[in-house]
């Protein structure tokens, strides 16, 4: 068993920051990358940000150089950065595992942890 849990979420006037933790704690023998999505109603999830085992990163254009990934490796634990929030960013943002090394990989999800961006 594997738990994934995020916290940091919250409501911010356009312009602000918040900054989100996510750890997965349980049966974890390898973390290949984890990573930030989120979602609105009515919407597919998106991807925001992902950081690999070798700490590379990946984001989605729309958050490019406000958001930052970074990772704890000891803790299993990946934090998110955001600054310069917009309305835009609103939505329930989720955490993703995914452990495995050099084959199929097993992808765990938060239950996610909600912003709120005022204008």
């Known amino acids: 068993q594997v738990q994934v849990v995020e916290s940091g979420g919250g409501l911010v006037q356009a312009g602000g920051s918040l900054r989100l933790s996510c750890t997965a704690s349980g049966s974890i023998v390898s973390i290949d990358h984890m990573g930030w999505y989120r979602q609105t109603p009515g919407k597919q999830r998106e991807l925001v940000a992902t950081v690999a085992s070798d700490d590379s990163t990946n984001y989605s254009d729309s958050v490019k150089g406000r958001f930052t990934i970074s990772r704890a490796n000891i803790k299993n634990t990946v934090y998110l950065q955001m600054n310069g929030l917009k309305p835009e960013d609103t939505a329930v943002y989720y955490c993703?595992?995914?452990?495995?090394?050099?084959?199929?990989?097993?992808?765990?999800w938060g239950q996610g942890t909600q912003v709120i961006v005022s204008s």
């Open positions: 993703k595992t995914a452990l495995g090394y050099g084959g199929p990989l097993y992808t765990y």
